[in-house]
């Protein structure tokens, strides 16, 4: 495929924005080359500058769960943008989308609206040290909250596939503050907690991982962060910016089966648009100003347009719950399919997958936590990754991320998918 028009596109972006993208792991550093740019998209298709038509595997990065452009969502924004923009002032539609997220998400009483993912963790995690009084904070290596201070300690996916665990810019006094762990080794936290006993405000965790590649958590590792949580006063804190109203109409809370004290939102929950939310039952949120001390705010939080989109995208899946199950059907197809080609071609690959993420990784060992992600082999990724664009698929331009299952894709597409790995496969 020809990227003329695209590489073109890149030069000029460079010029007058740092590395030519508004966010890094766009830029293709992991993988080489020039950025793909895009023109426009539907359904399950991306159309790029060039003309070129790609089956796309990342929705931008897990929003458009329903497929790009979808019809009842482009509709609510257009209609409420006729009626102006934003107000600064209270909109009926921040309650209803408030009202049926409460609904949907198991053990929520009141939820915040925010404009990014970033934006719900960095708020959760204040509320958490504001209403426990403490301030150290648990994290896990390989897992991304945002790209917030408290967090940049040792990132998830930009971060790491560029080779630069801790950022320049965040302060020594605020990493004293988080502590990492490993994922899915309950003991280790066990040890964090009895060596810090008393100062540990929350945990805060992609209860599926996402940014690492798929990681899902082995059992009894969300069961004992509870259990420890429960026994040592400290909030956990589901990060639900991916796995929100994807996995399940409540999340991985509700597919899981376990209980978080607050719960972090984005991604599907705009429809595509800027949003963020977080939520608790009302006696953490009603700690938040202007009922409580802990201040947040934002001057387009809950703007119309943000909240038509979400309140659309919400509608439809608490309306159509089979969608989720349609979306792990789609995606265990592809799981079959992916699996016998590599297996044919004797390729050494694992594949994790839970509903509707699935990651592939040119790795020998088990993929459980951020240690065995980073296990894979990268050259074989970039082979695979340019292939797979050379012949009209767009997978994340990084080995350590989750490929996302839109509805819009036919079983049509998932062989065209199979086929074009097939082809791929010869070459690795
Ligand atoms: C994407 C993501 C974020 C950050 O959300 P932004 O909207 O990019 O700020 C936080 N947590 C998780 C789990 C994510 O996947």
Redesign the pocket.
Known sequence: MIYKRSSALFAEAQRVIPGGVN?PVRAFKAVGGDPIFVKEAKGAYLYDEDGNRLIDYINS??PMILGHAHEPVVSAVVDKARKGTSFGMPTEIETEIAALAVEMVPNIDKIRFVN??????MSAVRLARGFTGKDKIIKFAG?????SDSFLIQAGSGAVTFGSPNSPGVTKGTAQDTLLARYNDIEQVEGIIESNKGEIACIII?PVA??MGCIPPVKGFLEGLRALCDANDILLIF?????GFRLAKGGAQELLGINADIV?F??VIGGGL?V?AFAARSEIMDYLAPLGPVYQAGTLSGNPLAMAAGLAMLTELNQNPEIFKSLEGKTEYLHNGIAKVLDEENITYTINRLGSMISVHFSEETVVDFDTAASGNNDTFKKFFHGMLDNGIYIAPSAFETWFITEALSYNDLDKTIEAVQKVAKTL
């Open positions: 966010s990065w897990g990014s993912g970033t934006e719900a963790c897992c991304y909250h945002g790209h992609e996402g940014n990060d639900e910016v991916m796995t972090t984005g991604k800027p963020g």
